[in-house]
């Protein structure tokens, strides 16, 4: 669009710079160039990365080339040297960066060296290093503070503040990622038996009790306590997620009785760790409901099988694992 303007905006006023063909051409190429921009803006696979980085080499020696050859050391001129550099800051990596912005100055310094005596040379070279050198640091800088912003917000919104586990969110990407993962598995498969998805739901039995006893720093105390004995049993490729005040979820690929095991295991570290404290300890107790689906279309399935064997477990006195029933699942979706 700038070059469009350079070629059009002497004519407007009045210039013969320029000719009908150039200002056609330049506005054909820029479409053309809008188009793989629009293009590539909704689906940026189609390029690999590297062409990006080779993109702005062609730039550089275009640039070189074309400026070398018209004698330009204009501003005009040399402004042109910053796009790549620009480009490269913002959106390339940082040692990419800095070797475009060194091919720049090469460049540059070619145009100029070979258009103009070597006082004012020197000071024309020397004021591009500047520019060049503060451009790059800015934007270097700028999109730095603007990953680790990111960071931070991505482990807010992943990490529950308390326990340190997964979230609610985590937990549905997880599923997600579990149930795609267990269908291609299918095809490639398609005569092996599926392990299935597992989901173990962990209440804290009377936490209201267990705050209006001894306090809300205690109960928090023990959310905490169940979360680290939770994970000492559970393996790293399983998400733990804090999914309520006092309820645990525990997503896991594996077959039924892989499943009931690992929910059977937590369940008995938590009765074996009692919450430290006074007078030996704390005792604390959870209840566990446990869905397992060979084919889970979702998470929501899951959890209602799960929270209904939950619900069960509680009823039933609480402190015991209940194994919930796969077959009522659409009944409880309704």
Not at 21 to 48: Q, Y
Not at 99 to 111: C, D
Not at 290 to 312: K, N, Q
Request: glycine share 8%; charged share 15%; hydrophobic share 50%.
């Amino acid at each position: 669009m700038a070059t469009v303007m350079l070629e059009i905006l002497p004519r407007l006023l009045g210039s013969d710079q320029g000719s009908p063909a150039s200002v056609a051409w330049t506005a054909f190429g820029t479409l053309v160039m809008l188009g793989l921009a629009l293009l590539l803006h909704r689906r940026p696979n189609l390029v690999p990365g590297p062409a990006y980085t080779a993109l702005c080499l062609v730039a550089l020696v275009v640039n070189t080339t074309t400026s070398t050859l018209a004698a330009n050391f204009s501003f005009g001129g040399l402004a042109w040297f910053m796009f790549p550099v620009i480009f490269a800051a913002a959106h390339l990596r940082r040692g990419v960066a800095w070797s475009i912005a060194a091919l720049t100055l090469a460049g540059s310094s070619t145009v100029i060296l070979s258009t103009q005596p070597p006082e004012p040379a020197a000071a024309d070279m020397v004021s591009m290093a500047a520019v060049v050198v503060m451009t790059t640091t800015a934007l270097l800088t700028a999109g730095r503070h603007q990953d680790r912003l990111v960071h931070r917000l991505n482990e807010a919104a992943s990490s529950d503040a308390l326990t340190g586990l997964a979230t609610r969110r985590v937990l549905e990407q997880s599923a997600e990622l579990l149930r795609v993962e267990a269908g291609t598995a299918a095809k490639r498969r398609s005569s092996a038996p599926t392990e299935g998805i597992g989901l173990v739901l962990v209440d804290v039995d009377c936490f209201k009790q267990l705050n209006d006893t001894y306090g809300h720093p205690v109960g928090d105390a023990a959310l905490v306590h169940v979360a680290r004995l939770v994970r000492s049993v559970v393996r790293s490729s399983d998400t733990v997620a804090r999914i309520g005040g006092d309820e645990l979820a525990i997503l896991l690929p594996g077959h039924r009785a892989g499943v009931a095991e690992r929910a059977r295991a937590v369940h008995a570290v938590v009765r074996e760790n009692p919450l430290p404290g006074p007078a030996g300890g704390i005792p604390v107790t959870v209840s566990i409901g446990i869905a397992h689906m060979v084919e889970a279309d979702g998470l929501d399935r899951l959890y209602a099988v799960a929270d209904a064997a939950l619900y069960e477990a509680k009823v039933a006195g609480r402190d015991r694992v209940v194994l919930g029933d796969a077959d009522q699942a659409e009944d409880l979706l309704v």
